[in-house]
């Protein structure tokens, strides 16, 4: 098994993760990282969300032991398998890899056609023809046998290691009353043809052989599996951010061996090789430019608006986009060394060191399933010394057990959320699991991503300054139509504005890229220059005193300026840069009014920040942040007490918001950062983040508000069945009315309404 060990865990101190298996709840994360930190110098942390632990351990601890310390306590651990692994088995794990809630949806499912008519027999006296009992007990025992498999399982684990979890009261009470049922059919009264099961609100204390209580049995597990499938299923987008991440690199290249371009996938790339990337193409990895000029769109990376502009010498990323003219680059980087796999490791980092969110109802059952246990034995054991007959003390004990079964905790956050997100999905909100609730309720601070988010995160013409004797008209009509024969985006840019003010451009002759400077050629017989100040004073055209004063002003602002001149003048300067949206603004003040304090953070120069923050409202800025850097920012504020929100689109993002106590990604970005996001923002308008906040708050509330009354129900009717004053079957229709509760109480969210609709004040 060491072979699956990379070599670096095993030199001085080691630090390795493990996949845990057989975690059920987030009481079994809690057992597994207190019997691994019970060895000398381990520190680990288990995420039950990810079910993963990150485990350190000094020298003298070997990582085959921390997985036997992870099995000692009743589950399963797996050590990491080398990259090398991964990609020979790739093509088997991909296909062959089952889907983990497949089995659940399948039990769900079979669950729910069997339970119906158990139920239905059971609460309504027309129902039950002859011998309708005996049918009960045909439908009810897959379900309480095979579909409550998992339950049963983990009862016997935690049995087995000295715990108990909600699993050991569904188990237990699932069981205790299929088998009075069962003793009730063979050995009472119940089995007697023509048997009816009157529906009604009291009972008497009674022997209680003549009740059967299949629809109980069968409809806990039901009710229980549905929670735990949604669950499932919302856990299971967990390590996406990681694949989407890897997805972004180039499959393929063109590397250049033996005089000519071959193409081969781009893991086959060695350091050194020299590889040709064209205009549109991804940069397959990290490396030096050899040969050619260029723009670079690295904004999935850095975040910066800008292209950066290489040639010979320079270093370039792998996944950037090469924007401009053709590159040959020598790798210098390949696999897990390059700044993209390194951005990986970082968004994996900060997923397993998430901080654990228990749910209330585990927290709770710590507490509540030994009481319960304790009391439904302690009210056999009292009708057994007070002289009443088996049958009524067991009658007693096992309503006990059925008025615990957490049938209603098994529904108070799956219906909320089913609800929440539903209602959320019609607003452009994606919720992706109770987890994320929480942290809204926290969260004081806001970081806003720039580029993408506050602003359009796409390049254009804002302002057009013009020298005396100059029109403003007739300088976007040459210099728009110079600048649409370049592949440059600010050249793009300044076209796609200038179309749109003056309609269609003329011709280009002579079109001529200087590099690093500009374009120049001839429209409609004027000799035009486009771009620095350098390529315009080569032709002795110097701007005048007031263009360099526009031009200046622009560039202390952190935007782009363009130089345009002609027939031996220097005539205009045009502005570019990324534009606010409109209603950035807004959203600050919205978020403002939630509690939070926006905090603006980005990978572009202060100037450029300032100005953001002033136009929109912020007054903290943490600007020329490197990707790598931006989840550190994010851990400083933390460390300063602070509950922090992360709002971002970019791949440079992704990193920030999985560190975050809630991240909100920009449906409107990158793959990657949306699943690293706990709560997505299907449209790019920053007012949603407000909705998503005020929606998590109001669906939290919801679920508090029912598990509460679950518990209430539970503790207010617990003595009741142990005075015997409460059969089994009127459990199970308590039970029925407070689920019923739970999910009437959760359609309420069905009312949320977005900032703009009448209910926009109702938080």
Not at 657 to 680: C, F, H, N
Request: net charge negative.
């Amino acid at each position: 098994m060491t072979s699956n060990v990379d070599a670096r865990l095993t030199a001085g101190r080691g630090e390795v993760e493990l996949a845990i298996g057989g975690m059920t709840c987030a009481s079994c994360a809690m057992r597994v990282e207190k019997k691994l930190n019970k060895l000398d110098g381990v520190t680990a942390t288990v995420n039950y969300a990810t079910e993963k632990a990150k485990v350190a351990y000094p020298d003298g601890v070997e990582p085959e032991q921390l997985v036997q310390q992870v099995e000692a306590a009743g589950y399963t651990a797996t050590l990491p398998t080398p990259r090398s692994a991964k990609s020979t088995e790739g093509a088997e794990g991909e296909g062959g890899e089952e889907d983990p809630t497949r089995s659940l949806r399948q039990r769900l499912i079979v669950s729910v056609l069997l339970s119906v008519p158990v139920i239905a027999m059971a609460m309504v006296p027309a129902l039950q023809f002859t011998y309708w009992q005996w049918i009960s007990l045909v439908l009810a025992a897959p379900v309480v046998v095979w579909a409550a498999e998992p339950f049963h399982e983990a009862a016997w684990a935690n049995l087995r290691h000295g715990a108990a979890t909600m699993d050991t009261l569904i188990s237990m009470g699932t069981l205790a009353a299929f088998g009075w049922s069962l003793y009730a059919l063979l050995f009472g009264s119940a089995g007697v043809p023509g048997m009816t099961h009157p529906f009604s609100l009291t009972s008497p204390p009674m022997a209680g052989d003549g009740n059967i209580y299949l629809e109980v049995a069968a409809g806990v597990t039901t009710f229980i599996l549905a929670g735990r499938y949604f669950e499932a299923r919302s856990k299971r987008t967990a390590g996406a951010a990681l694949r989407a991440l890897l997805e972004l690199g180039a499959k393929e290249v063109a590397v250049l061996r033996d005089g000519g371009e071959q193409r081969i996938p781009t893991d086959q790339l060695v350091v050194g090789d020299r590889f040709v990337v064209r205009p549109g193409e991804k940069i397959a990895t990290d490396g030096i430019v050899d040969e050619g000029s260029s723009a670079v769109d690295a904004s999935m990376l850095t975040g910066e608006s800008v292209p950066v502009e290489v040639r010979p010498g320079d270093a370039v990323v792998g996944a950037t986009v090469n924007a401009g003219g053709r590159l040959v680059v020598r790798a210098t980087r390949i696999g897990s060394d390059t700044q993209l796999a390194q951005m990986a490791k970082l968004v994996e980092d900060a997923q397993t060191g998430k901080a654990q969110v228990q749910r209330l109802a585990d927290r709770v059952s710590a507490i509540f399933v030994p009481i319960v246990i304790a009391l439904a034995l302690g009210t056999l054991a009292f009708w057994l010394g007070a002289g009443g007959t088996a049958s009524a003390a067991f009658t007693a004990a096992v309503a006990v057990l059925i008025i615990a079964c957490p049938c209603a905790l098994g529904l108070a956050t799956p219906t909320a959320l089913l609800v929440g997100t539903g209602r959320g999905a019609q607003l452009g909100i994606l919720i992706k699991g109770p987890e994320v609730l929480e942290s809204t309720r926290r969260v004081d601070t806001v970081v806003l991503d720039k580029t993408g988010t506050v602003t359009t995160g796409q390049m254009s013409l804002v302002d057009v300054h013009v020298t005396e004797g100059a029109d403003t008209e007739e300088v976007l009509r040459l210099a728009g139509a110079l600048e649409d024969a370049s592949e440059h985006p600010i050249a793009q840019a300044i076209a796609r504005d200038a179309r749109e003010r003056i309609g269609t451009l003329p011709a280009v002759e002579g079109f001529e890229n200087t590099e690093g400077l500009g374009v120049q050629g001839v429209v409609d017989g004027h000799a035009v220059l486009v771009g620095r100040t350098a390529l315009l004073e080569q032709w002795s055209q110097h701007l005048p005193a007031d263009l360099a004063a526009a031009k200046a002003e622009a560039e202390q602002q952190g935007r782009t300026a363009v130089a345009v001149g002609w027939d031996g003048r220097a005539r205009a300067v045009l502005v570019v840069a990324d534009t606010v949206k409109a209603t950035s603004a807004e959203a600050v003040g919205r978020l403002r009014a939630l509690g939070l304090t926006p905090v603006l953070l980005t990978g572009d120069n202060e100037a450029v920040a300032r100005t953001v923050a002033a136009e929109v409202g912020i007054e903290q800025v943490i600007a020329e942040v490197l990707p790598k850097d931006k989840a550190d920012v994010i851990a400083g504020l933390q460390a300063e007490g602070k509950v922090v929100a992360m709002v971002g689109d970019g791949v440079n993002d992704a990193a920030a918001l999985a560190k975050a106590d809630l991240g909100l990604a920009m449906g409107t970005g990158t793959d990657v950062a949306i699943e690293a996001g706990d709560l997505t923002l299907v449209r790019g308008d920053l007012r949603a983040a407000a909705d998503a906040i005020r929606l998590s708050r109001r669906t939290l509330r919801i679920i508090k508000g029912n598990l509460f009354w679950a518990f209430a129900y539970n503790v207010a009717a617990l003595p009741l069945a142990a005075a015997g004053l409460l059969n089994p079957m009127l459990a199970g229709a308590a039970m029925a009315v407070s689920s019923a509760f739970v999910v009437s109480n959760s359609l309420r969210l069905r009312g949320f309404r977005g900032t703009d609709g009448p209910a926009a004040k109702a938080n």
